[in-house]
């Protein structure tokens, strides 16, 4: 039998720069892989019930049989986990186990696991090393690189966080045939917005594979999950802290994150969400002569084919854009780079 061929993606940050790994069947080597990265002190991964049951018993079996002494947090499915309650949670835990700097967090889960984790990770002890293991498309391609972590506000999306890069990320691609159809669509939007934002051949893959994506081809998705990863670091790499250059990463997420407020994290998944928003925000740009004709013709025929939603809910403007106004990327000086 033909060995799995194993990618490796590094995110280059000087003395925080670090690998992602994406090969099938690495949930079984996450004990392995941190002790490749000496780490010797306790492990808690922290997950929900339904990944627990999925992948829970090879991640833990794996760092068990490598010596580390375990513990399991478990924090509910979905933003309603995204909140500084759940957070305490986890910290609350780490200390009642006496969990020192040496510690490690692992992150087993989609991105709303990895955000939690990755902010309790910045926060408890002044920081501690925190391994992502993501098991979604839009956690692989998106929300487990480059150390953005945080949880929701009342008054919108990813108001509470930190910068806290991961030690590793380790990406399993057979985690997503586990995935609901709906989850597996909405992660489409992610390597949907990588295309248009950074690499029109990629774009042009997408358009060619796209059916063989939604039947989840091993190939395809390997490739997918690989490019999108390697456009995300190359923008980490040169704006680590979103100052100029990452913030092109926020494209369709001005719109989408305002939808998911006003839908009180319910009725869109961020995926669907950042859909209609690149769907809104190409026409914007269209319409202020920033982007050709053809460019929104042929993002909206792909949005269209990926099974995403492409109309705006029924939502009032002035509700839309109060909403926007709590968007984390506001500055002073008004709406004018956006």
Request: hydrophobic share 40%.
């Amino acid at each position: 039998m033909t060995a799995p061929v194993e990618h490796c993606v590094k995110v280059s940050l000087a003395e925080r720069s670090y690998d992602i790994l994406i090969r099938s069947g690495l949930r079984g080597e996450v004990g392995r892989c941190l002790r490749g990265l000496g780490f010797s002190g306790k492990v808690a991964v922290v997950t929900n019930p339904a990944i627990r049951r999925l992948y829970g018993p090879v991640v833990l079996r794996s760092l068990q049989q490598a010596g580390y002494e375990t513990r399991t947090i478990l924090i509910p499915d979905g933003e309603r986990a995204k909140t500084l309650r759940w957070v305490s949670k986890i910290l609350d835990e780490l200390a009642n186990a006496r969990f020192e700097r040496g510690s490690v967090l692992v992150a087993l889960g989609g991105g709303v696991v990895g955000d939690v984790t990755g902010f309790a990770a910045a926060i408890f002890a002044r920081g501690i090393p925190c391994v992502q293991v993501p098991t979604t498309l839009v956690a692989q391609v998106d929300s487990s690189v480059g150390g953005k972590t945080g949880v929701n506000h009342a008054l919108g999306k990813n108001l509470i966080g930190a910068f806290h890069q991961p030690r590793l990320v380790l990406i399993d691609p057979e985690t997503l045939n586990t995935l609901p159809t709906a989850e597996w669509t909405a992660g489409m939007a992610e390597v949907i917005k990588y295309g248009m934002i950074a690499d029109e051949e990629f774009f042009a893959y997408l358009e060619r594979h796209m059916a063989a994506l939604r039947s989840r081809e091993d190939g395809p998705v390997a490739h997918i999950v690989t490019r999108s990863c390697q456009i995300k670091a190359a923008v980490v790499k040169d704006d680590e802290r979103e100052s100029d250059q990452r913030r092109i990463l926020n494209y369709g997420h001005t719109v989408g994150h305002a939808l998911e407020s006003l839908g009180k994290y319910r009725t869109l998944l961020h995926g669907e969400a950042v859909a209609i928003g690149m769907v809104q925000e190409a026409d914007l740009a269209r319409y202020m002569g920033l982007c050709p004709d053809e460019v929104a013709a042929r993002q909206y025929a792909l949005v269209r084919e990926a099974g995403l939603p492409d109309r705006l809910p029924r939502v009032g403007f002035s509700e839309l854009w109060g909403a926007m106004q709590h968007d984390k990327k506001v500055c002073l000086s008004g709406w004018d780079e956006w």
